[in-house]
């Protein structure tokens, strides 16, 4: 069996994945969230059609097999669902098997992502269209969103009405739009610093011109990113964005030669870490604490810290279901803390909740051990342009993984794929920039490849897995009819939108249908509200 594919295809996908997630709402509507997943699974059917090369590298040591195995955890937890209110499972289990069975699917998603994304960053040519596309995103973000600003924040993209929150561009919260904007603004300084570093060593005079006007608008873009941070407000995005900073420029005083300007360079960043800690300590409301006491966000913050301490505890090895927080949280719950919780605003708590310590350093494991492989080759790298890139994508991953331990970023599955896509970056720029140019994009010729056994199974779960990431959508429409129809017809509709996809939340709606209909109709009164309190019923033992 062969397959005639373009070699580019896998990069264009990867591409197409940085740039429509955080523009489409950041992917987190059943439609935009299909979308990605599908391009995931889409990359990894093309890049098994044409086989694998490199598989020796670090993202194939540690995040991979990190992501791989908190999937593992995941697909045991859905094995064996279990409600909260019983007595404690020693096995893995979860609260919640249709969360878990959503979330599994994106973290396979993810680890396709990973996956394909370092066979597709194999040339310097491709890395840098990576580096660009990822501060584009950060820019027309910015862009959309001081718009937005100054319009009153009255729609997204002056088409669809904002009802309720403080958004930013495209990302119903300013909070995970900062941190997008934070990835793309380091990424950028990588590539303004690099393309300096080129123009220096121009000879010709007139290209010389060419290239300081494109850095000058390279600049100006990144001043846009810059400025939209601020405007969004978001503590966590500017003191990440500051502490990340800081943390790789002083790394990177180790490639001054010169021991005199090395300990300037030094001597100057740590009196601007002291004089950042003095505004810290006259501005405390920058760390959420106002005339000593903490602010209502970082109290509400502080209580599902203790109450995840307490879940914690009681569930300290495999937690209690990948994507299952939200149906098991409110047994731990606050009652300062007013209606349901989907996300406890830390990323790492949230993990060690779902997955428990087995899961968590399964993760962090992955991350630490690619973080050590890629300083390692940033300290070692000879090229100067390598080590610019390497730079500012370090700089934005460590920027992430802080805004972490006090938001939810990676719960937003756009955000989660940059900052994936920034991992499998690292794991092969320092090799691919050391490699001539390839040839210009999508002009390569399209290659058939035989396909063995193994890349052929691999290729139809990947189609298989892209055909279930459609079943929300089709459900969501469903459900969107029958929240236009008449109530008579609304029921037939949310079956059909069951059907498709057995959230809870389209049961629960069913048995309001019926419900209504009940109020609406005397005479068969019994007969629906019986039908409503069974889907009632059901929905509930579900969650």
């Not at 209110?85 to 699917?105: E, H, I, K, N, V």
């Not at 501005?283 to 903490?294: N, S």
């Not at 756009?414 to 720029?429: E, K, R, T």
């Not at 001539?436 to 002009?443: C, K, V």
């Amino acid at each position: 069996m062969t397959l005639r594919t373009p070699p580019w295809l896998p990069e264009a996908l990867l591409l197409f994945l940085v740039l429509f997630g955080p523009l489409a709402f950041g992917a987190v509507e059943p439609w935009s969230l299909a979308i990605l997943e599908i391009a995931a699974f889409l990359m990894l059917f093309f890049s098994s059609a044409r086989g694998f090369s490199g598989l020796e590298g670090p993202v194939y040591q540690a995040l991979l097999p990190a992501v791989a195995g908190v999937a593992l955890i995941g697909l045991l937890q859905w094995l064996n669902p279990h409600p909260m209110p019983w007595p404690r499972s020693l096995a893995p289990f979860t609260a919640s098997a249709y969360g878990t069975g959503r979330a599994l699917l994106l973290w396979s998603a993810y680890g396709a992502l990973l996956f394909c994304a370092t066979q597709a960053l194999s040339s310097r040519a491709s890395c840098h269209r990576f580096a660009r596309a990822v501060f584009l995103v950060g820019v027309i973000v910015a862009a959309v969103g001081i718009a937005q600003r100054g319009q009153g924040n009255q729609a997204y993209y002056g088409l669809r009405t904002i009802r309720q929150g403080w958004p930013f561009g495209p990302y119903t919260n300013q909070d995970h739009a900062a941190s997008l904007m934070v990835m793309s603004a380091l990424m950028g300084c990588g590539l303004v610093i690099s393309s300096f570093i080129k123009l220096r060593l121009e000879p010709n005079l007139g290209r010389r011109s060419d290239l300081l006007a494109i850095q000058a608008l390279t600049l100006f873009a990144l001043s846009i990113v810059l400025f939209g941070i601020i405007q969004t407000g978001s503590r966590g995005g500017l003191n990440s964005l500051a502490v990340s900073s800081w943390v790789l420029s002083m790394a990177a005083t180790r490639f001054l030669s010169q021991r005199a300007p090395r300990w300037i360079a030094r001597s100057l960043l740590g009196m601007a870490a002291l004089a950042y800690a003095l505004w810290l300590w006259l501005h405390p409301a920058w760390i959420g604490f106002a005339g000593g006491t903490p602010d209502f966000s970082t109290a509400y913050r502080l209580s599902m810290y203790r109450s995840g301490g307490l879940m914690f505890k009681d569930f300290p090895m495999t937690g209690t279901g990948l994507g299952a927080l939200m149906h098991s949280f409110p047994v731990y719950q606050e009652r300062f803390v007013d209606g349901f919780v989907d996300h406890v605003h830390n990323d790492w708590l949230e993990l060690l909740l779902q997955t428990g310590i087995v899961g968590l350093l399964c993760y962090a494991a992955g991350v630490v051990i690619l973080s050590i492989q890629t300083i390692r080759l940033w300290f070692s790298v000879s090229s100067r342009e390598a080590r610019c890139l390497i730079g500012g994508a370090l700089a934005a991953a460590f920027a992430f993984v802080l805004h972490g331990l006090v938001d939810f970023a990676f719960q937003i599955p756009a955000n989660a794929v940059v900052f994936l896509a920034i991992a499998a970056f690292l794991g092969c720029v320092g090799h691919a920039v050391s490699k001539p140019p390839d040839a210009e994009f999508g002009l390569r010729p399209p290659a058939a490849l035989a396909l063995t056994k193994t890349r052929a199974v691999i290729c139809a779960l990947s189609l298989g897995m892209a055909g279930v990431s459609i079943r929300p959508v089709v459900a969501a429409c469903y459900r969107r009819l029958a929240d236009q129809a008449l109530p008579a017809a609304s029921p037939d509709l949310l079956a059909k939108a069951l059907s498709w996809d057995a959230d809870p939340s389209h049961r629960y709606q069913l048995g309001l249908a019926y419900l209504t209909l009940a109020e609406k109709t005397p005479a068969a009164r019994t007969i629906f509200l019986r039908k409503a309190l069974l889907h009632s019923r059901i929905a509930l033992d579900q969650d």
